[in-house]
């Protein structure tokens, strides 16, 4: 079974960067889609970028574009998630996600069925 492990989060100033990572061991599947999500408390959890292992085009939250980046190292089964020009309203857990199946890139939760364990990001004032 495929585990995913996110690293990378931590406290930063509104307008700064981290870089999130998210390594997979087990089976991979190079067209299945991979996925960042966010839950701030309160909320619900939420689509924010994500492609496929391999090729298949990136998909971006409005909420981000322009500032996030999505990328992969599929030698190390990794996908990396750039966050420039950091807001306050991006705090939250940061979670990456693998489908179980080849297709396109899902912007919903229940179509992904590997789960990280998260990362916190928050980002102050």
């Known amino acids: 079974q495929v585990q995913l492990v996110e690293s990378g989060g931590g406290l930063v100033q509104a307008g700064g960067s981290l870089r999130l990572s998210c390594v997979a061991t087990g089976r991979t599947i190079s067209r299945v889609p991979m996925g960042w999500f966010r839950q701030a408390p309160g909320k619900e959890r939420e689509f924010v970028s994500g492609?496929?292992?391999?090729?298949?085009?990136?998909s971006y939250a409005d909420s981000v574009k322009g500032r996030f980046t999505f990328s992969r190292d599929n030698t190390k089964n990794t996908v990396y998630l750039q966050m420039n020009s950091l807001k306050p309203e991006d705090t939250a857990v940061y979670y990456c996600?693998?489908?179980?199946?080849?297709?396109?890139?899902?912007?919903?939760?229940?179509?992904?069925?590997?789960w990280g364990q998260g990362t916190q990001v928050t980002v102050s004032s």
């Open positions: 492609s496929q292992w391999s090729g298949g085009s990136t």
């Open positions: 996600a693998q489908g179980g199946f080849v297709a396109p890139v899902s912007t919903q939760s229940r179509d992904y069925v590997y």
